[in-house]
Every structure is written in C-alpha cells, then in structure tokens.
C-alpha cells in the first residue's frame, strides 16, 4: 500500500486551511456547473460507475466537492469503493483525493465522499467534462425500485467548521458554489413491450398505502424530470426526482418519509410531474 508522503500531507492541510479561511465569493464570470451523472436500474450484487462532470469558464486552482449518497436512507445496502481521477480532466491535478493517500474522503458509515484536486502551477482549465468516476457496489439486498440520490453536503473540517462545494481561483484567493445538479443511483426502468408515445403519470400503488407506495410514469423522449410531492395544504413534502432521464416507462418508490427523513402523518398528499412541456397531478391517500 503507498505510503501518505510527508509533503502531500502538508499541502492537503495547507490547502484545506486556505480553502476554509474565506468567505465564498460570486462567481468572477459565467456560473460553473458540477453535474453529477444519474444511472438507472442499478441491479443487485452489481459495480456501478458515477461519473461528476464540471464545466468551468475560468482557471481553477482547486475543487472540492462533498457529497452524501444519500441523506436520509441509512439502512441501504451501497457503498463507494473508490474514487478515481484516470481519464479525467482533473488527471493531472497536484494533489486528488484518491484512496492511496487520503482513504478518509470515503466514509461509508456516513454515507458520504470528498472529491478534491489541487493545481499547483497551471490549473483546471476553462473547459467542460468528467472530473472524476465514483465506483459504487450494491449488496444482495439492495432495493431496485429504491431512488438513491447523490446530492451535495458540508464535510466537517478539523477545526470543528465545515465546508461545502466550492471551486478556487487559480491564485487561490477566492472562491465561489457552482451551479450543482445532483445524480442519483436509482430510478427504476419498467420493461414495457414499446417504447411509450406521449408522456403520461399512473395513479401510485398501492393507494391507500402504509408506508410505501410505487409512483410510475412514461417519457416519449429524453427529458428533464421533476417529481414531487406536496401535502393538502400546498407545501413540498419531498423531491422524488429531480434530473434528466432516458426516454421509457420509470418506476420510483416513496417511502412516505418527508425530505428530512422524518415519516409524515396520515392524510392526502399530491404528487406532481414536470417533464418539458408535460405537467400532470395526481392524489395519494396515506393510511396508518
């Protein structure tokens, strides 16, 4: 196994102590973007790969990049074997977060990894595309239907602070939160004998329901979805989706737990679709 170097070790502290030293300036140009990829039907007992993909319009001297897979499910069967920075823009970084020094950026307990690279000298160039591939396995008893999303997090620091996304300038003065999209592990393609022709939202299953409840719906073509739901009062409940997805018939599971992981109370609820120019709601009713 490669030994922690010296020097590496005073960089990363040197680099997290300037990273977490100034307040997060506005963007100097265009807002970047961090996208984190969404790959669909995961099976079990299965390695996955995750692609985040960055688009910058100025030179960077660093990124971090916390993310929580995922918030509020902590009994899934997943976890994140490793992070690798081969084939990808931050290739060449000084300094990456990869397990042979910095095994900590993975800390599956708590669901949760760290991407960070530091340039020292010419940084991430202005451009657009991969800066790092997540390998994930799924166990036996990893739950198909289940949405897993990979969102952004604050990761602690040693000072007892925290830090959330953020892209440095290549004289690591200033920094700033890109525009993030999170990815998400799962959402459950539904074999179908056609390809669907129009969009359309089905009425859950089981309904009435105790604790979950299966919400299917069909895309014609590739779009961007978001799936919510709102109690009878009009307040979002939760995002079940929220990313762009392949054209086919979906599958999502809610575990009638809010966006907090807290489980809600008995009552109607709504659950609405947005895809391109497509909206439909539809009524839910929870029994307990």
């Known amino acids: 196994m490669k030994r922690n170097s010296p020097t590496l070790i005073f960089f990363v502290a040197l680099f997290c102590s300037m990273a977490f030293s100034f307040a997060y300036a506005q963007d100097p140009g265009v807002p970047d973007t961090c996208i984190v990829q969404a790959l669909q039907s995961v099976p079990a007992s299965s390695q996955v790969t995750l692609d985040v993909y960055v688009w910058n319009d100025e030179e960077c001297g660093a990124i971090t990049i916390p993310l929580v897979f995922p918030d509020t499910v902590s009994t899934l069967d ?32 708590k669901n949760r990894l760290q991407i960070f690279a530091v340039w020292f000298g010419t940084g991430l160039t202005a451009g657009s595309g991969t800066v790092a591939k997540l390998y994930f396995s799924t166990g036996p008893s990893w739950n198909t239907a289940l949405k897993v999303p990979v969102d952004t997090t604050q990761w602690p620091t040693s000072g007892g602070g925290s830090i959330g996304m953020a892209f440095t300038d290549a004289s690591g003065i200033a920094a700033w939160t890109p525009i993030f999209y999170k990815g998400a592990l799962d959402v459950k393609d539904v074999n179908t004998p056609a390809k669907p022709t129009v969009f359309s939202l089905a009425q859950n299953y089981p309904n009435p329901f105790n604790p979950k409840t299966m919400i299917r719906f069909a895309l014609p073509k590739d779009s961007w ?14 995002t079940l989706v929220d990313e762009k997805l392949a054209a086919g018939v979906k599958e999502v599971e809610w575990d ?20 391109d120019d497509f909206s439909d709601v539809k009524k839910m009713v929870m029994l307990k």
């Not at 979805?225 to 939760?238: S, T």
């Not at 737990?257 to 895809?275: M, N, P, Q, T």
């Open 225 to 238: 979805v978001k799936l919510e739901v709102y109690n009878i009062l009009g307040q979002r409940v939760k």
């Open 78 to 109: 997943v976890t994140c074997d490793s992070i690798s920075f081969v084939g990808t823009r931050a290739a060449g970084a000084t300094l990456k977060g990869d397990m042979s020094y910095c095994p900590e950026c993975i800390e599956n307990a």
């Open 256 to 275: 009638g737990k809010d966006g907090k992981g807290l489980e809600v109370a008995s009552g109607i609820y709504f659950y609405r679709i947005k895809a």
